[in-house]
């Protein structure tokens, strides 16, 4: 007999974390009682690797959790039996990547037609007073989030006209532009929903009896590929910027939030429980 389970997948900055202090304090009642029920919460985030381990720390996270806008997805070791030695090993991780490394893609920055270099600020540009300057983090929040691994976020100084170029060179070198909350996320041909649909894939193969059930939460264009694959989207409303667009699925429940940030994230999971019961 097939019986079903709710796997959630999260966005971070805006949407489980507040966009302005990054607290996820108003969801951690919500978080508590998601885990009381072993319901699996996936960070699914623009953040690094090493972003993402200290605050897996502070939600109490033990789950995999997807990094670099789907470059890569990160599962501690032994978490599934079934996976083969393909996987990179790091740390106490399992990398399965998706897309090439950061170094890659700044050669490909270097090489940018000569009338749109001073069209974005890189993170490798700006160094860690400037992404502190451009994100509020502290300092060694900012160190965190300069470890990319698998692509360059760049803070986008131009107009819309050069924008355009700048994505067909961008496509040209195979590469592929995301507008997140605060910052354009160069990469490779990767996204949020791939790297979700990959993991789902592995929470079905370890448990074959098991139907799971998605929610994917988000607040900002580079969730599009996330909420489009899942069975229920919520996106969270931003105080910095509209909803992202989105063609919903006949068979998909979509809902957009009344509130900001982790208050609307909390509403998002009241509501789809609302909607099984």
Same mark, same amino acid.
């Given at each position: 007999?097939?019986?079903?389970?709710?796997? $959630?997948?999260?966005?971070?900055?805006?949407? &489980?974390?507040?966009?302005?202090?990054?607290?996820?304090?108003?969801?951690?009642?919500?978080?508590?009682?998601?885990?009381?029920?072993?319901?699996?919460?996936?960070?699914?985030?623009?953040?690094?690797?090493? =972003? +993402?381990?200290?605050?897996?720390?502070?939600?109490?996270?033990?789950?995999?959790? $997807?990094?670099?806008?789907?470059?890569?997805?990160?599962?501690?070791?032994?978490?599934?039996?079934?996976?083969?030695?393909? &996987?990179?090993?790091?740390?106490?991780?399992?990398?399965?990547?998706?897309? =090439?490394? *950061?170094?890659?893609?700044?050669?490909?920055?270097?090489?940018?037609? +000569?009338?749109?270099?001073?069209?974005?600020?890189?993170?490798?540009?700006?160094?860690?007073?400037?992404?502190?300057? +451009?994100?509020?983090?502290?300092?060694?929040?900012?160190?965190?989030?300069?470890? *990319?691994?698998?692509?360059?976020?760049?803070?986008?100084?131009?107009?819309?006209?050069?924008?355009?170029?700048?994505?067909?060179?961008?496509?040209?070198?195979?590469?592929?532009?995301? @507008?997140?909350?605060?910052?354009?996320?160069?990469?490779?041909?990767?996204? @949020?929903?791939?790297?979700?649909?990959?993991?789902?894939?592995?929470? *079905?193969?370890?448990?074959?009896?098991?139907?799971?059930?998605?929610?994917?939460?988000?607040?900002?264009?580079?969730?599009?590929? +996330?909420?489009?694959?899942?069975?229920?989207? $919520?996106?969270?409303?931003?105080?910095?910027?509209?909803?992202?667009?989105?063609?919903?699925?006949?068979?998909?429940?979509?809902?957009?939030?009344?509130?900001?940030?982790?208050?609307?994230?909390?509403?998002?999971?009241?509501?789809? &429980?609302?909607?099984?019961?």
């Amino acid at each position: 007999m097939t019986s079903n389970q709710l796997i $959630i997948f999260s966005d971070m900055d805006g949407s &489980l974390l507040d966009h302005e202090s990054y607290s996820h304090e108003d969801a951690d009642e919500c978080l508590d009682w998601l885990r009381s029920k072993q319901i699996p919460v996936i960070p699914c985030t623009s953040k690094t690797r090493a =972003e +993402m381990e200290v605050l897996r720390t502070s939600i109490s996270n033990s789950h995999p959790f $997807i990094v670099e806008n789907g470059a890569a997805v990160c599962i501690p070791k032994e978490y599934f039996t079934h996976l083969d030695n393909s &996987l990179a090993e790091n740390g106490s991780y399992l990398i399965k990547h998706f897309a =090439e490394t *950061r170094a890659y893609w700044q050669d490909v920055l270097e090489n940018v037609p +000569m009338h749109l270099n001073d069209a974005f600020l890189t993170f490798e540009q700006a160094g860690i007073d400037g992404i502190m300057q +451009m994100t509020g983090l502290a300092i060694n929040e900012a160190r965190l989030a300069s470890q *990319r691994e698998f692509g360059e976020p760049l803070k986008w100084l131009g107009n819309e006209q050069q924008f355009q170029q700048f994505e067909e060179y961008v496509i040209s070198q195979h590469g592929k532009l995301l @507008k997140g909350g605060r910052f354009v996320h160069l990469s490779g041909d990767c996204d @949020k929903g791939h790297a979700m649909n990959w993991l789902i894939e592995n929470y *079905r193969q370890a448990s074959p009896g098991i139907n799971f059930i998605s929610i994917a939460l988000g607040d900002s264009q580079n969730d599009v590929a +996330m909420l489009s694959v899942a069975d229920y989207a $919520i996106m969270i409303r931003s105080p910095v910027h509209d909803f992202p667009v989105m063609e919903c699925k006949m068979e998909q429940q979509l809902y957009r939030t009344q509130q900001y940030g982790p208050k609307g994230w909390v509403e998002g999971i009241e509501y789809v &429980l609302g909607q099984l019961n």
